[in-house]
């Protein structure tokens, strides 16, 4: 079965920092593009960032660069994305999402939540 779980979510003053997870089960990891992904209410899905297969060459949304950094870590076949600089526009439930061979496989979401 192939299956997303993130993780590493939840609340932090701005200025801070959170590293989310997403683990991957029933495939490997590093033969695909993974992509961020947050929906905060009553706003539109937006790409936050993605990791390219198989050089990893990263994708940053304007609104996230030079603030997110997207790595793997393929001995744990998980992505993981490192969030510094946290602002309250960040606050959003964040899914980690990728397509194996027809397969939209999206993980249950994690909750991010900036504020003082």
């Known amino acids: 079965q192939l299956q997303l779980v993130e993780s590493g979510g939840g609340l932090v003053q701005p200025g801070g920092s959170l590293r989310l997870s997403c683990a991957g089960s029933?495939?490997?990891?590093?033969?695909?593009?993974i992509g961020w992904f947050r929906q905060a209410p009553g706003k539109e899905h937006e790409g936050v960032s993605c990791?390219?297969?198989?050089?990893?060459?990263?994708y940053y949304a304007d609104s996230v660069k030079g603030r997110f950094t997207i790595f793997r870590d393929s001995a744990k076949n998980s992505v993981y994305l490192q969030m510094n600089s946290l602002k309250p526009e960040d606050t959003a439930v964040y899914y980690c999402?990728?397509?194996?061979?027809?397969?939209?496989?999206w993980g249950q979401g994690t909750q991010v939540t900036v504020s003082s």
């Open positions: 999402n990728v397509d194996v061979l027809g397969n939209d496989v």
């Open positions: 029933g495939f490997t990891l590093d033969n695909y593009a």
């Open positions: 990791i390219d297969s198989p050089d990893g060459d990263p």
